[in-house]
């Protein structure tokens, strides 16, 4: 080797040349040929029928992640198409909160029952809420029911009512496909 720590080319190459042309030379790491006596034939078979199981037993280990990838993609994507309107249905809520206060607003006169604007903003808040129902949000409207922290918001006490019953129903809560778009705003019993 020279001084300066690199080694002759001449010597890379005859020392390449040796292994090329040696036969019995194994590589670490690689299993020898079969000429070197490595075991009985039953051995080699009980080593085979091993690797076969092993084989077997990772295909099995594969199919079952793909089928379990595959469900959760599916459930993913379903969740995604049932939940997709609710910031629009969200938004709605509000628009079907003002037709009731404006058919509250018109009370039981019987001069403004009969008028035609009422008569539509009846026929549009109960349309609006046909189609929300189509698509998933249901009404949470607990008048006389206990109250239940995960579908109500309590913001008053009602000290007339029986304790842990809702009192009165300030606005109505709505879901959308069981998962709560908003609770329901209640006054509870003391």
Known sequence: ?????????NEQINTQDQ????????PSGTPADDHDN?????DLQARIEELEAEITEVKARANADMYN????????????KKY???????SLLDVVDNLERAIAAAGNDDHLINQPVIEGVRLTHK??????EK????VVDPAGQPFNAELHQAVGID?????GQVANVLQKGYSLSGRLLRPAMVTVGQ
């Open 1 to 9: 080797m020279p001084e300066n720590g690199t080694t002759n080319n």
């Open 19 to 26: 292994i090329n042309n040696d036969s019995d030379f194994v």
């Open 38 to 42: 490595n075991g009985t034939p039953e």
């Open 69 to 80: 990838f595959q469900k959760r993609v599916e459930r993913e994507t379903d969740n995604a």
């Open 84 to 90: 997709a309107l609710e910031k629009f249905a969200g």
């Open 127 to 132: 349309n609006l809420l046909g189609a929300l």
């Open 135 to 138: 698509h998933g949000v249901s």
């Open 159 to 163: 000290p007339n009512t029986p304790a």
